[in-house]
């Protein structure tokens, strides 16, 4: 979040992956559903099931939800978006 997206692939590919700030203060299901998502390897990648299957999702609200969120998320955006113009 710190970098443009550009420098931010620049530095991924020639430094690797960050780790995250405090990891102690994260779940440990987290860390792993992170760097699942984060291998760099896509064979050894799980495949949008296979993270619906992880045992962090059992943290997170029912899949079906993510329409709502997307939508909410959306109708942020584009409030703030007027409220800038203004």
Known sequence: MEHPPLRALFLIT???IPGLANPKQWLAEFLDF???CLNIDPDCRP???GLLEHPFMR???HPSEINTLIERARQI????AEDLSM
């Not at 955006?77 to 703030?80: A, R, V």
């Open 14 to 16: 020639t430094k690797g």
């Open 34 to 36: 992170t760097a699942s």
């Open 77 to 80: 955006k584009k409030e703030t």
């Open 59 to 61: 943290h997170c609200g």
């Open 47 to 49: 495949d949008s099931r």
